[in-house]
């Protein structure tokens, strides 16, 4: 598999395509995210969401993603982050074909970081045939032994509870989520724009999850704790094509608020800014973009590319100012399509912990 | 570095008035390294050929589960996937394109293993374009051009069923067609069926095997199935020994080219160091020189050589289809470290041919000492240390056959005992020289003894060259000729039946077997079994044969013991192959456990029989053991027995009615024709490389003598003076050469039937596994004296001739120049 | 044997020069302590019996050969203290060696030959080298082989190729004992003029007392002793 292929998150929608086949996607850099969508089903404002079908997939739509970030600690108080990520994307549009003519290619991604290490792994399936895939109802999401699945009583509205496990050669874990509040429609009532020119997903979070289970590090077993944090999303043409990676960022307060915020670089202008402001309550307010400022305050050279692992945040009308430090600076995800995704801590006027993830350095 | 320039120029002169001196010189070097890259560029070949073949076949490299059936349902792939295991499917089977037959390869590139390389341009290109239909059949090169269709076509197989537009890949080998498993499942008619599974890289922890596929996936190790490369080893070494051989003979030439020119040299060199070229910059000089020479022979070398390898490049492929099924494309690809060890090889061979040449002129001190007897003591002594040196290299030989029992020490017994005789060459013709000169009558006579004997020293590296060309190719021609007469009767009695049937299935075994038994030309069916095991993790296909008189009657039994076929249709005992019997040891009246679906199966040993050229092993037992023992293998696969005139119709009528090709039915004929020219070509290579390198000893021979003559006249003209007529002079020069390439040419007859027997009992044995009864030749060695006499002849013919033509003046002038 | 002033260094002072060769188990002491100068510009003649030492001597101070004991010294350089490149560039760049056997190399042609002295040293002076040409009668033969050349040529190529580098001293070991005494003749008088013209020493080993008598000095040698 190439590590050329600058990629990502959400981002691994740049195509399957691209898989192993790296010269094509440096090439055209974050742009197939920015390709074409025809064929496939558009993004428009005012979808009404529907659960638990919308927990499953969307295979009209060209990528999906099932995305899950926990800030941990042990008993002894020492932090971890797990990440369990399954995406989808489709090569073709038109009707779902059976068998190996399915047109789905699935990709999961699963990493544990303690503030010595990060650890991370990949694998990848073709749809059709039962590799890999989810299930609304009763809620799983598997690709070959990394599972996600509702446990009873499982409540559509709150996603919850949940198991996860994954394991690679070296960790692995397993772990229970729990919810009590609502899902939180990211956006506009879902409705998630991307970039001035109109560019969108859907999607939604389920941010308020408890997280209990045991995580394996070469070996090692610890009993941990914490909170996780949920994100769904679809689209067929997410980014713009001048869109070159993003800064995103899911913080969990001390205080049981949350902020989802992020930065979409562009090559020829400004970022594109927003983030949604979700109360303790679960309501989500969207924070318009000249309030948001996010400055690098220090870069850390990772698998060879300077990236920014420090930043100054403040959001304007909220009284917001805080300064994160990563876990773990060397949080680099290197699997086919590479980027930085670690827990990290923040203060300042709000103390508390969350998830970074950098694409397209 | 100008006065090297100089120096260099200077001793570039010579070669400039000696033209032939270096002709000679890079003759040798030529076809040492032409002889020994070429053979290389055909082992690398095959080599490449094999890895492309594990590319695709995912075996040998890569840890898999195969299945007990020839499929399984693709579920267990899911199963497993979902249990930890980094599985990918693999679906195998053949179509026919175009009257072809090409082995469809299905395979799945999102979970394909990294590590077994390689569908590149899955990897580089779009993956998407594989998978979605249509997809895309990749194919070799040699394979589009062999169906005749261009890049992108869209064929259908001979049955029907459309297969995606092809696309040339380069590393695939040849007659594999790849496509993504969910186009062959369409294509062989196997949905949801796969024939095995590759295990990539463990990630995570995984559930056993057994409980989540049961019984109904096997696991093989890397390396534990057949392995083309392995089985191919010795097939290898053998054409890489003959290479070494050539390449060795051809150094004998170098080195008596190098040693004369740097005689004739000396003077110049000492004339050097009197006018102040220091000892050091003289010698890197030298060096330089040498290594010049060997860099241009050693580019031309591997110019020849790759012309030799492409001319039998087809020779080896189809020998190598023939024994392993291992398919080596047509056209050669050459890398650059192929480039860089052919010219390493000529660089080192050049030096060590020079190595003494060098030592004497850097050792030589600046004033030329005389010292008329010290050559002579120094030759004597040389003789003896020869002497001993091949006494050493022959007991070497006898400790080898006693200790070792590989096939590199088959071959260091083989290149001991050539070695050893090549030394004690000179020393035994010496004996037989003085035995001559002993019994001499009369001045002349006794002067052409002694005089011979004098000559030997300057011609006996090229009687060396001689006396191997001529014992390799006495002991290789034995070889194939034992190998050819024993074959045509070994394969009578192992092709006994006249029609070979291979049903698709069951039901259609049944239904011919109904038809043909109203047919009162076959006389009888024989219905037989195959099953491939292993044992002591050794491949071996157990073969059930029905007790029949066809068998009993014909099967080349080595030794058997009393009443064996009896004891095999008790389904107590077993024929055993010659292979198998050596690799594990095994002795008549020993047992022998297999095991089996129904449990360990324990036989005895009642018969060992030949079974040549199977680089697997192979145990006979009887057909219904076999078939209660192996319950679920198919039984499609019979013999029949047909009155002869009537098998060429049968046939028809068969293909007609069950749509049955060549490869399910065959009639003995045809099968005896295949396997004939298969063994016929097996050897073929060996043989070539023979008579190169007998061509290259003939050149060796004729240079040496070349070079002889030039030093003869001082010896002859005395002789002149007193009366002798140069005709009469060349008349002795000749017999005397001939009598002493005569002497040669004996000794390498009982030289080279030895080799032919440590081929034959030693190499053949420990490369194949089966030994050839040894057969000898007389008409053979008869022919190969004459050609030996006939090589010195034409050798003699230009010196003879010189000296015949030979101005008086010259001869006189040998008196006026002694001092 | 004349005492030269004290004032003068020479161009070559041997002392006390001794050299033994082993044959079998038999040594034979060939040079016995001989001392010998020559002058710059001096023609020296070295004669003597046969295995009188007197060739073992002009290698000695050639350098082709290490001496036992005593020292040689040329033109401010202690011979016996050279190793073999010190001794190479000495035979390269400031003598000239003349054999009985013309020493010329076969596989180059009589121009070649002329030069290559002068070439490996650095030197090759080309208007210097067609002046030898024309002074050793050279013009026609340029392009011929040594074996295509009388004994007179050759000796003559050879001195041409000594002098080439324009040598304080010329070694000559029986420089006309391969030729007849008229070619003799011939090819010393070439020589003497020459050596007159260039002002370069010239030791010569010679058995024949008539050529000895043509040079500025004779030396006789005896039983590795200079008489």
Excluded at chain 1, 101 to 120: C, E, K, L
């Amino acid at each position: 598999m190439s590590v050329r292929a600058r990629l990502s998150r959400r981002g691994f929608a740049a195509g399957l395509a691209a898989l192993g086949f790296g010269g094509k996607a440096l090439a055209q850099g974050f742009a197939e995210l920015g390709a074409d969508a025809s064929g496939f089903a558009a993004v428009t404002p005012g979808r009404r969401f529907a659960f638990p079908a919308d927990h499953g997939p969307h295979p009209d739509h060209r990528i999906e993603w099932w995305y899950l970030t926990a800030n941990l600690s042990d008993t002894n108080g020492n932090a971890y982050g797990a990440q369990w990520t399954l995406f989808r994307q489709a090569m073709q549009p038109g009707p779902q074909r059976d068998g190996w003519a399915n047109q789905q290619i699935w990709m999961g991604h699963a990493a544990v970081t303690r503030a010595d290490t990060h650890r991370y792994s990949e694998t990848f399936a073709r749809g059709g045939v039962g590799q890999a895939g989810v299930d609304a109802e009763p809620f799983r999401a598997w690709i070959d032994s990394w599972q996600m699945r509702g446990l009873d009583p499982m409540s559509a509205a709150t996603i919850a509870p949940l198991q996860i496990n994954a394991s690679g050669t070296d960790f692995g874990y397993a772990l229970r989520l729990d919810a009590t509040r609502p899902l939180v429609l990211e956006g506009d009532a879902g409705y998630s724009v991307k970039s001035e020119r109109g560019q969108a997903s859907y999607y939604y979070s389920q941010p308020f999850f408890t997280a209990n289970g045991t995580l394996t590090i070469d070996g090692k077993s610890a009993n941990v704790s914490g909170r996780a944090w949920m994100d769904r999303e679809w689209s067929s043409q997410p980014l713009a094509s001048d869109q070159t990676g993003w800064d995103w960022f899911a913080l969990h307060f001390e205080s049981g608020e949350k902020l989802m915020l992020y930065r979409l670089r562009q090559s020829r202008s400004q970022p594109y800014l927003t983030g949604n402001w979700i109360g303790a309550n679960g309501q989500s307010i969207v924070l318009s973009a000249n309030s948001i400022a996010m400055t690098p305050t220090a870069t850390t050279e990772v698998a060879g590319r300077k990236l920014p692992t420090h930043w100054h945040i403040a959001v304007r009308d909220r009284n917001f100012t805080i300064e994160t430090v990563p876990l773990n600076p060397a949080s680099w995800m290197g699997t086919s399509f590479s980027y930085w995704e670690g827990p990290i801590s923040f203060t300042g006027t709000h103390r508390g912990v969350g998830y970074l993830e950098m694409t397209g350095y | 570095m100008k006065q090297g320039l100089w120096i260099l120029a200077v001793l570039l002169s010579h070669w400039r008035r000696h033209p032939t001196q270096l002709a000679t010189l890079l003759v040798g070097l030529i076809s040492a390294t032409a002889l020994w890259s070429g053979v290389q560029a055909l082992n690398q070949q095959a080599r490449t050929s094999y890895d492309r073949a594990a590319a695709v076949f995912g075996g040998t490299r890569v840890a898999m589960l195969v299945g007990r059936d020839s499929t399984f349902s693709q579920k267990l792939f899911v199963d497993l996937r979902r249990a930890g295991w980094p599985v990918s499917p693999v679906l195998e089977g053949r179509v026919r394109v175009g009257g072809r037959s090409l082995r469809l390869l299905g395979i799945e590139p999102v979970t394909f293993p990294a590590e077994t390389g390689t569908i590149p341009s899955i990897r580089t290109s779009d993956l998407q374009t594989f998978i979605v239909p249509p997809g895309e059949a990749l194919v070799a090169p040699e394979t589009l051009s062999q169906v005749g269709a261009a890049e992108g076509a869209t064929l259908r197989t001979d049955e029907g069923a459309m297969l995606p537009p092809l696309k040339v890949q380069a590393q695939l080998a040849p007659g594999v067609m790849v496509v993504d498993v969910g186009v062959a499942q369409r294509i062989l008619h196997l949905p949801g069926q796969l024939s095995r599974l590759l295990i990539g890289q463990t990630r995570g922890t995984r559930a056993p095997l057994e409980a989540i596929a049961g019984d109904k996936l096997r696991y093989v190790a890397p390396d534990a199935e057949t392995d083309l490369e392995r089985l191919t080893d010795s097939f290898h070494l053998n054409l890489s020994a003959f290479g070494l051989l050539s390449f060795l003979v051809g150094l004998f030439i170098v080195n008596s080219a190098i040693g004369l020119a740097f005689e004739q040299r000396m003077p110049m060199l000492r004339t050097l160091r009197a006018c102040g070229v220091s000892s050091r910059m003289l010698n890197g000089t030298l060096l330089a020189e040498l290594m010049m020479v060997a860099l241009v022979a050693g580019l031309i070398g591997l110019v020849c050589g790759y012309l030799i390898a492409a001319a039998l490049l087809p020779d080896v492929a189809s020998s190598l289809q023939g024994l392993y099924g291992a398919r080596i494309p047509g056209e050669l690809t050459l890398t650059p470290q192929w480039w860089a060890a052919g010219l390493a090889m000529s660089a080192v061979g050049t030096l060590a041919a020079a190595a003494t040449s060098l030592l004497k002129a850097i050792r030589a001190p600046v004033l030329a000492m005389a010292q008329p007897y010290a050559r002579q003591q120094t030759q004597q002594r040389w003789l003896g240390w020869q002497g001993l040196a091949a006494l050493a290299m022959l007991v070497a030989a006898i400790a080898v056959l006693i200790v070792g029992n590989s096939l590199i020490s088959g071959f260091a017994i083989l290149a001991a005992l050539l070695l050893g005789a090549a030394l004690a060459l000179p020393v035994l013709l010496g004996f037989v020289l003085r035995i001559g000169e002993r019994s001499a009558r009369g001045p002349l006579a006794m002067w052409f003894w002694a005089d011979s004997r004098e000559q030997l020293p300057g011609l006996s590296l090229a009687l060396m060259a001689l006396l191997l060309a001529l014992a390799v190719n006495v002991g290789v021609g034995t070889m194939v000729e034992s190998f050819s007469r024993t074959f045509a009767t070994w394969l009578d009695g192992r092709l006994a039946a006249d029609v070979y049937v291979n049903a698709r299935d069951d039901a259609q075994a049944r239904d011919i077997q109904t038809s043909l038994r109203a047919r009162p030309e076959v006389t009888a069916i024989l219905p037989s079994g195959r099953a491939e095991i292993e044992i002591g993790g050794w491949p071996v296909e157990v073969l059930g044969l029905a007790d029949h008189a066809t068998y009993r009657d014909r099967w080349p039994l080595l030794e058997s013991a009393p009443h064996a076929w009896d004891d095999v249709r008790s389904g107590r005992a077993a024929l055993v192959s010659e292979q198998l019997a050596r690799r594990l040891n095994l002795r008549l009246g020993g047992r022998l456990d297999v095991s089996t679906p129904d449990g360990a199966w324990s036989l005895n040993i009642a018969a060992i029989y030949a079974d040549y050229g199977n680089p697997k092993g192979q145990i006979v037992v009887n057909i219904d053991a076999f078939t209660s023992r192996f319950p679920n293998l198919p039984r499609t696969r019979f013999g029949l027995r047909v009155t002869p005139d009537k098998i060429a119709p049968l046939i028809d009528d068969m293909r007609k009615t069950f749509h049955l090709d060549e490869s399910r039915l065959s009639d003995q004929s045809t099968l005896k024709a295949e396997s004939t020219q298969i063994f016929n070509r097996t050897f073929t290579v060996t043989a070539a490389l023979n008579t190169f390198t007998l061509g290259v000893a003939g050149v060796a021979l004729l240079t040496s003598l070349l070079t002889l003559s030039n030093s003869r006249l001082p010896y002859l003209a005395p002789l002149w003076a007193i009366g002798l007529t140069r005709r009469q002079l060349a008349g002795i020069e000749l017999l005397k050469t001939l009598s002493i390439a005569f002497f040669t040419a004996l000794l390498a007859l009982p030289l080279g039937l030895l080799v032919a027997w440590c081929l034959i009992a030693v190499v053949n044995v420990r490369a194949f596994g089966w030994r050839l009864p040894l057969h000898v030749f007389p008409l053979h060695l008869a022919e190969l004296l004459g050609v030996a006499m006939l090589a010195s002849l034409l050798a003699m013919l230009v010196p003879v001739a010189r000296l015949i033509r030979m101005p008086p003046a010259a001869l006189i002038k040998v008196f006026a120049d002694e001092r | 044997m004349r005492v030269p002033t004290a004032s003068k260094v020479p161009l070559l002072d041997v002392r006390n020069l001794s050299k033994t060769y082993r044959s079998g188990q038999e040594r034979i002491a060939v040079l016995r302590g001989a001392c010998l100068r020559v002058e710059a510009g001096e023609s020296v003649a070295l004669t003597g019996e046969s295995g009188s030492g007197k060739s073992t001597l002009l290698h000695l101070i050639a350098g082709l050969d290490q001496a036992d004991g005593g020292s040689i010294r040329f033109d401010e350089t202690e011979v016996t203290a050279l190793a073999d490149r010190g001794r190479a560039a000495l035979r390269r760049n400031r003598l000239g060696l003349v054999f009985q056997q013309f020493n010329l190399i076969p596989s180059l042609t009589v121009a070649d030959n002329l030069a290559f002295q002068a070439r490996i040293a650095g030197r090759h002076d080309s208007r210097w080298q067609s002046d030898l040409v024309d002074r050793l009668g050279l013009g026609d033969l340029l392009k011929r082989y040594p074996e295509q050349l009388s004994g007179g040529q050759q000796q003559r190529v050879a001195i041409g190729r000594a002098l080439a580098v324009r040598p304080p001293l010329l070694l000559a070991d029986e420089p006309t004992g391969n030729l007849d005494e008229a070619t003799a003749d011939e090819v010393m008088d070439l020589a003497r003029d020459l050596i007159r013209q260039t002002g370069c020493g010239f030791l010569m080993v010679t058995h024949s007392a008539r050529i000895a008598a043509t040079l500025d000095r004779q030396i006789l040698l005896s039983a590795g002793l200079i008489a």
